[in-house]
């Protein structure tokens, strides 16, 4: 025996077992507060958020709908919903980067992040006669400023919405189109990315106005050859360039489906066909997105 206590055998004294209880006080006290100079946890980062998102191509539209939305809103604007969906237009040369988009129902705000993805179209080189039309003489520079500078200011108009989606097509036999967002050589040169969609048709087949609206442009362009702009109200615009004959003049209204011109091959172009694009507010977008049922764009749930 060495005289020491069997702790296996006898209760320790009263004063070990408060040293004990303070000690593991102590130590519960400290594995609950946040370290110094390191902030605590919060629920937020434990818990994914809830903001719905989805990542798109730009050049696209993305819709988000809910019951009672009232209001829609993108970059400082908002507009009225189509029902009770609001459809966000992303343009084509839009960054990659996350979009943060809004939606109220009432005078509740939500909001919902768009990542807009890296450019994914293709290359396209194209071969033209006539040089004259990739490097331009100081005349025909100023006139196409001239024109751009015009069809520019046409992207702020917001008249009251008089289309529904989707929309009609432009052509009464639509053929397989595209090339949208391509980014284009002209003999070797770098020029604008492709923002409508080509359809080939023979020359002088009618084109048709996708939707009612006004014509706001009719003119003979440097680039775009004999062209139709329509405003179709809530910011949209449908374009019809290189036709052969304008069937319209500025201020003429027009319903769905009426011929507003025919397709050729005036201006820039290599063959005849209907080059057909839109802005919506201001945003160059795929036409193909407008031209098919809106269940099937990109959509943000809840």
């Known amino acids: 025996m060495n005289g020491l206590p069997d702790a296996g055998t006898k209760p320790a004294p009263p004063a070990r077992r408060r040293w ?23 629920e937020d980062a434990a818990t994914p958020s809830a903001e719905p998102s989805v990542v798109v191509a730009p050049g696209k539209v993305v819709r988000w709908g809910g019951p009672g939305t009232t209001r829609c809103g993108l970059a400082g604007e908002s507009w009225e919903p189509a029902g009770e969906t609001c459809f966000y237009p992303l343009d084509l040369l839009a960054e990659a980067a996350a979009v943060t988009v809004e939606r109220w129902a009432g005078d509740e705000r939500r909001t919902a992040r768009v990542r807009v993805g890296e450019y994914p179209y293709p290359v ?5 006669e006539n040089d004259s039309q990739v490097h331009l003489s100081p005349a025909d520079l100023e006139r196409a400023r001239r024109e751009t500078a015009r069809v520019e200011a046409l992207w702020s108009l917001r008249t009251p919405r008089r289309f529904a989606l989707p929309l009609g097509p432009p052509l009464a036999k639509l053929p397989a189109g595209g090339r949208f967002g391509a980014r284009r050589f002209f003999n070797g040169e770098p020029r604008s990315p492709h923002s409508g969609a080509d ?13 009612p609206g006004r014509v706001v442009l009719a003119a003979d362009h440097f680039f775009s050859g004999k062209s139709v702009f329509l405003d179709h109200g809530d910011g949209l615009l449908s374009m019809y360039f290189h036709l ?22 005036t201006g820039r172009a290599t063959g005849a066909h209907l080059h057909f694009g839109l802005r919506w507010r201001g945003a160059r977008i795929d036409p193909a997105d407008l031209l098919r049922s809106p269940d099937r764009l990109p959509a943000l749930g809840r």
């Open 20 to 42: 004990r209880t303070l000690r593991a006080a102590v130590l519960l006290a400290a594995l609950t507060l946040p370290v110094v100079g390191q902030s605590a946890p919060s």
């Open 124 to 128: 396209q080189h194209i071969e033209l």
């Open 199 to 211: 359809y080939a048709a023979p020359q002088g087949t009618p084109v048709l106005a996708v939707a």
């Open 244 to 265: 052969s004959g304008l069937a319209v003049a500025e201020g003429d209204e027009v319903d769905a489906g009426e011929i507003v011109g025919l397709v050729g091959t």
